[in-house]
Protein backbone atom coordinates (compact mmCIF):
# COMPACT_ATOMS: atom_id res chain seq x y z
CA UNK A 1 0.00 0.00 0.00
CA UNK A 2 0.93 3.65 -1.09
CA UNK A 3 2.12 6.71 1.66
CA UNK A 4 0.94 10.30 1.05
CA UNK A 5 3.37 12.40 2.82
CA UNK A 6 1.93 15.73 3.70
CA UNK A 7 5.02 17.84 4.24
CA UNK A 8 4.63 21.19 5.83
CA UNK A 9 7.29 23.97 6.65
CA UNK A 10 4.89 26.57 8.82
CA UNK A 11 1.49 26.78 6.80
CA UNK A 12 3.26 26.08 3.41
CA UNK A 13 2.79 22.26 1.65
CA UNK A 14 5.20 20.36 -0.49
CA UNK A 15 3.61 19.53 -3.83
CA UNK A 16 5.00 16.82 -6.53
CA UNK A 17 4.75 18.67 -10.18
CA UNK A 18 3.71 16.01 -12.93
CA UNK A 19 5.17 15.51 -15.80
CA UNK A 20 1.29 16.96 -17.74
CA UNK A 21 1.82 20.18 -15.15
CA UNK A 22 -0.71 19.37 -12.84
CA UNK A 23 0.42 18.66 -9.20
CA UNK A 24 -0.20 15.79 -6.76
CA UNK A 25 1.04 14.81 -2.90
CA UNK A 26 4.22 12.75 -2.99
CA UNK A 27 3.98 9.27 -2.48
CA UNK A 28 6.31 6.42 -1.59
CA UNK A 29 7.75 4.03 1.01
CA UNK A 30 9.77 6.81 2.70
CA UNK A 31 9.44 10.55 2.95
CA UNK A 32 10.70 12.39 0.20
CA UNK A 33 13.05 14.43 2.04
CA UNK A 34 15.07 14.05 5.31
CA UNK A 35 13.78 12.78 8.63
CA UNK A 36 14.99 15.07 11.73
CA UNK A 37 15.99 12.89 14.85
CA UNK A 38 13.41 15.18 16.63
CA UNK A 39 10.37 15.14 13.97
CA UNK A 40 7.39 13.27 14.82
CA UNK A 41 5.65 11.93 12.05
CA UNK A 42 1.65 11.69 12.40
CA UNK A 43 -0.29 8.82 11.02
CA UNK A 44 -3.77 10.41 10.14
CA UNK A 45 -6.94 8.72 8.96
CA UNK A 46 -5.67 6.84 5.48
CA UNK A 47 -7.37 6.41 1.74
CA UNK A 48 -9.41 3.65 0.78
CA UNK A 49 -5.68 2.62 -0.75
CA UNK A 50 -3.09 4.31 0.46
CA UNK A 51 -1.77 5.49 3.65
CA UNK A 52 -1.16 8.97 4.77
CA UNK A 53 1.13 10.76 7.17
CA UNK A 54 2.04 13.73 7.86
CA UNK A 55 4.91 15.97 9.46
CA UNK A 56 6.95 19.63 9.37
CA UNK A 57 9.97 20.42 7.83
CA UNK A 58 12.23 23.25 9.41
CA UNK A 59 13.41 24.98 6.37
CA UNK A 60 11.02 24.83 2.77
CA UNK A 61 12.25 22.61 0.14
CA UNK A 62 13.98 24.87 -3.09
CA UNK A 63 15.39 25.22 -5.89
CA UNK A 64 14.07 20.92 -7.13
CA UNK A 65 12.69 20.48 -9.96
CA UNK A 66 10.09 17.91 -8.85
CA UNK A 67 9.22 19.98 -6.15
CA UNK A 68 7.42 22.85 -4.87
CA UNK A 69 5.73 24.03 -1.63
CA UNK A 70 2.47 25.99 -1.99
CA UNK A 71 0.35 27.77 0.88
CA UNK A 72 -2.50 25.61 2.28
CA UNK A 73 -5.33 27.62 0.53
CA UNK A 74 -3.94 28.27 -2.92
CA UNK A 75 -3.60 24.88 -3.05
CA UNK A 76 -7.06 24.41 -3.32
CA UNK A 77 -6.60 25.07 -6.76
CA UNK A 78 -3.74 23.01 -7.91
CA UNK A 79 -4.81 19.66 -5.67
CA UNK A 80 -7.62 17.34 -6.05
CA UNK A 81 -10.33 17.66 -3.88
CA UNK A 82 -9.64 14.54 -1.78
CA UNK A 83 -5.91 15.97 -1.43
CA UNK A 84 -6.88 19.26 -0.66
CA UNK A 85 -9.21 17.78 2.24
CA UNK A 86 -6.91 15.67 3.38
CA UNK A 87 -3.89 18.03 3.70
CA UNK A 88 -6.12 19.99 5.82
CA UNK A 89 -6.77 17.45 8.06
CA UNK A 90 -3.04 17.02 8.59
CA UNK A 91 -2.18 20.74 9.13
CA UNK A 92 -4.73 20.95 11.71
CA UNK A 93 -3.41 17.89 13.78
CA UNK A 94 0.19 19.43 13.07
CA UNK A 95 -1.69 22.98 15.31
CA UNK A 96 -2.50 20.65 17.51
CA UNK A 97 0.62 18.64 18.62
CA UNK A 98 2.56 21.94 18.12
CA UNK A 99 0.21 23.38 20.72
CA UNK A 100 -0.37 20.80 23.19
CA UNK A 101 3.20 20.30 23.83
CA UNK A 102 2.88 20.92 27.90
CA UNK A 103 -0.20 19.84 30.11
CA UNK A 104 -2.58 22.76 30.95
CA UNK A 105 -2.97 21.36 34.28
CA UNK A 106 0.54 20.55 35.88
CA UNK A 107 2.37 22.00 33.15
CA UNK A 108 4.40 18.48 32.78
CA UNK A 109 4.84 17.56 28.94
CA UNK A 110 2.25 15.38 27.07
CA UNK A 111 3.34 12.54 24.96
CA UNK A 112 0.95 10.63 21.64
CA UNK A 113 -1.13 8.50 23.57
CA UNK A 114 -2.86 7.14 20.41
CA UNK A 115 -2.85 9.00 16.86
CA UNK A 116 -5.30 11.35 17.69
CA UNK A 117 -4.94 11.74 21.67
CA UNK A 118 -2.24 12.78 24.01
CA UNK A 119 -1.40 12.17 27.71
CA UNK A 120 0.11 13.58 30.89
CA UNK A 121 2.68 10.90 31.78
CA UNK A 122 2.28 13.41 35.16
CA UNK A 123 -1.27 13.95 36.27
CA UNK A 124 -3.16 11.67 33.81
CA UNK A 125 -4.27 14.20 32.03
CA UNK A 126 -5.66 13.20 28.13
CA UNK A 127 -6.10 15.62 25.09
CA UNK A 128 -7.62 15.54 21.98
CA UNK A 129 -7.78 17.66 18.66
CA UNK A 130 -10.47 20.61 19.41
CA UNK A 131 -12.78 21.86 17.04
CA UNK A 132 -14.00 26.08 17.01
CA UNK A 133 -17.20 25.92 15.60
CA UNK A 134 -18.51 28.61 13.62
CA UNK A 135 -21.57 29.75 11.48
CA UNK A 136 -21.75 31.77 8.49
CA UNK A 137 -25.15 32.77 7.22
CA UNK A 138 -26.38 33.98 3.82
CA UNK A 139 -29.08 36.56 4.22
CA UNK A 140 -32.31 36.70 1.89
CA UNK A 141 -34.38 40.46 1.61
CA UNK A 142 -36.50 39.89 -1.83
CA UNK A 143 -34.14 39.84 -4.68
CA UNK A 144 -31.22 41.02 -2.77
CA UNK A 145 -28.50 39.82 -0.05
CA UNK A 146 -27.02 41.28 2.73
CA UNK A 147 -23.36 41.29 1.72
CA UNK A 148 -20.46 42.31 4.62
CA UNK A 149 -16.73 43.80 4.48
CA UNK A 150 -14.94 42.65 7.67
CA UNK A 151 -11.97 44.40 9.43
CA UNK A 152 -9.52 41.00 9.14
CA UNK A 153 -10.43 41.09 5.20
CA UNK A 154 -7.21 41.11 2.96
CA UNK A 155 -8.82 42.31 -0.56
CA UNK A 156 -11.47 44.34 -0.67
CA UNK A 157 -14.14 41.39 -1.43
CA UNK A 158 -17.54 40.84 0.68
CA UNK A 159 -18.29 38.12 2.60
CA UNK A 160 -21.38 36.68 5.11
CA UNK A 161 -22.22 37.29 9.00
CA UNK A 162 -20.64 35.02 10.60
CA UNK A 163 -19.19 34.06 13.95
CA UNK A 164 -18.51 31.30 16.63
CA UNK A 165 -20.71 29.49 18.52
CA UNK A 166 -20.51 30.23 22.22
CA UNK A 167 -21.34 27.82 25.12
CA UNK A 168 -24.95 26.63 25.69
CA UNK A 169 -26.29 28.04 22.66
CA UNK A 170 -27.79 26.22 19.44
CA UNK A 171 -26.12 26.82 16.10
CA UNK A 172 -29.41 28.83 15.11
CA UNK A 173 -29.54 30.94 18.08
CA UNK A 174 -25.49 31.46 16.97
CA UNK A 175 -27.18 32.94 13.62
CA UNK A 176 -29.52 34.89 15.01
CA UNK A 177 -27.12 36.54 17.94
CA UNK A 178 -24.45 36.93 15.31
CA UNK A 179 -26.68 38.84 12.89
CA UNK A 180 -28.01 41.02 15.59
CA UNK A 181 -24.75 41.76 17.42
CA UNK A 182 -23.30 42.46 13.78
CA UNK A 183 -25.53 44.43 11.99
CA UNK A 184 -28.89 45.14 13.79
CA UNK A 185 -31.17 43.02 11.85
CA UNK A 186 -33.91 40.41 12.90
CA UNK A 187 -33.81 37.69 10.69
CA UNK A 188 -36.58 34.86 10.35
CA UNK A 189 -36.56 31.49 8.50
CA UNK A 190 -32.89 30.19 9.27
CA UNK A 191 -32.30 27.03 7.31
CA UNK A 192 -29.14 24.61 7.18
CA UNK A 193 -26.88 24.45 4.30
CA UNK A 194 -24.12 22.54 4.40
CA UNK A 195 -20.60 22.38 6.37
CA UNK A 196 -17.02 23.04 5.52
CA UNK A 197 -14.17 22.01 7.62
CA UNK A 198 -11.92 25.14 7.78
CA UNK A 199 -8.24 24.29 9.14
CA UNK A 200 -6.82 27.88 9.44
CA UNK A 201 -6.17 26.67 11.99
CA UNK A 202 -8.55 24.41 12.96
CA UNK A 203 -12.38 25.28 12.42
CA UNK A 204 -16.04 23.89 11.74
CA UNK A 205 -18.22 26.27 9.25
CA UNK A 206 -22.08 25.47 9.07
CA UNK A 207 -23.77 27.50 6.70
CA UNK A 208 -27.10 28.71 6.84
CA UNK A 209 -29.65 30.89 4.51
CA UNK A 210 -31.89 33.22 7.00
CA UNK A 211 -34.95 35.88 5.88
CA UNK A 212 -34.77 39.32 6.47
CA UNK A 213 -37.36 40.00 8.86
CA UNK A 214 -37.00 43.91 9.96
CA UNK A 215 -34.38 47.01 11.34
CA UNK A 216 -31.89 48.81 9.74
CA UNK A 217 -28.20 48.21 9.05
CA UNK A 218 -26.08 49.36 11.96
CA UNK A 219 -22.57 47.63 11.87
CA UNK A 220 -20.34 46.74 14.64
CA UNK A 221 -17.49 48.39 13.65
CA UNK A 222 -15.02 46.50 16.08
CA UNK A 223 -16.07 43.24 13.07
CA UNK A 224 -17.40 45.25 9.90
CA UNK A 225 -15.77 48.12 8.13
CA UNK A 226 -18.59 47.91 5.32
CA UNK A 227 -22.20 46.13 4.39
CA UNK A 228 -25.26 46.65 2.24
CA UNK A 229 -27.79 44.59 0.01
CA UNK A 230 -26.60 43.67 -3.24
CA UNK A 231 -28.81 41.99 -6.31
CA UNK A 232 -26.99 39.58 -8.84
CA UNK A 233 -26.49 42.34 -11.22
CA UNK A 234 -24.28 44.71 -9.07
CA UNK A 235 -22.44 42.03 -6.73
CA UNK A 236 -18.85 43.98 -5.43
CA UNK A 237 -15.57 41.17 -5.45
CA UNK A 238 -16.93 38.36 -4.07
CA UNK A 239 -14.91 35.41 -1.61
CA UNK A 240 -13.18 33.08 -3.23
CA UNK A 241 -13.88 29.72 -4.95
CA UNK A 242 -12.84 27.49 -1.59
CA UNK A 243 -15.14 28.81 0.85
CA UNK A 244 -18.22 27.90 1.90
CA UNK A 245 -18.76 31.79 1.87
CA UNK A 246 -18.80 31.70 -2.14
CA UNK A 247 -20.74 28.19 -2.25
CA UNK A 248 -23.83 30.07 -0.83
CA UNK A 249 -23.54 32.89 -2.78
CA UNK A 250 -23.51 30.59 -5.71
CA UNK A 251 -26.63 28.12 -4.35
CA UNK A 252 -28.79 31.83 -4.31
CA UNK A 253 -27.13 32.92 -7.69
CA UNK A 254 -28.08 29.15 -9.34
CA UNK A 255 -31.59 29.55 -7.54
CA UNK A 256 -32.17 33.39 -9.11
CA UNK A 257 -30.67 31.89 -12.72
CA UNK A 258 -33.57 28.85 -12.15
CA UNK A 259 -36.07 31.24 -10.58
Request: glycine share 6%; net charge negative.
Amino acid sequence: MQTYWFIFCKTDLLLEKLPDGSYTIPTGEEPPVEIKPWTTIHNISPFEDALVKTFRIDSPVTDHPAFEMCGLRASYYRLPKHLYLKAGKCQEILYWDQNTQFCGVCGAPMHKNTDISKRCDNCGKEVWPQLATAVIVLIHRGDEVLLVHANNFRSDFYGLVAGFVETGETLEQAVEREVMEETGIRIRNIRYFGSQPWPYPCGLMVGFHADYEEGEIHLQRSELSAGDWFRKEHLPHIPEKLSIARMLIDDWLESEEKG
